[in-house]
């Protein structure tokens, strides 16, 4: 199994930019599929963007194409975020996780990171 902790959340006004990390620990990082969730408050954990194992595929929710980047760097068994124009509804906790398409592939979640986008 994955261990993964997610940081470089934060306070930024919206219109700014954040670029979270996630530091993956165990053998199965390289050939895994990543993804980024977020879970505002009073609301469900959704998906926010994917990225295949080689890093040549992404996908994204429709709330954050355009201004989400996901990236990955296999040498180093970490994941990355770049978020720009952020918006208040951007404020959630962000998670990284194994997934199987837009879903987490397993049930358990490793530190998040919060992020908070003030107007």
């Known amino acids: 199994q994955v261990e993964l902790v997610a940081s470089g959340g934060g306070l930024v006004q919206a219109g700014g930019s954040l670029r979270l990390s996630c530091a993956a620990s165990?053998?199965?990082?390289?050939?895994?599929?990543m993804g980024w969730f977020r879970q505002a408050p009073g609301k469900e954990r959704d998906f926010a963007a994917g990225?295949?194992?080689?890093?040549?595929?992404?996908d994204y929710a429709d709330s954050v194409k355009g201004r989400f980047t996901i990236s990955r760097d296999n040498a180093k068994n970490t994941v990355y975020l770049q978020m720009n124009s952020l918006k208040p509804e951007d404020t959630a906790v962000y998670y990284c996780a194994v997934v199987n398409g837009r879903s987490p592939l397993f049930d358990s979640w490793g530190q998040g990171t919060q992020v908070t986008v003030s107007s």
């Open positions: 165990g053998r199965t990082f390289r050939g895994a599929p």
């Open positions: 990225i295949s194992w080689s890093g040549s595929s992404t």
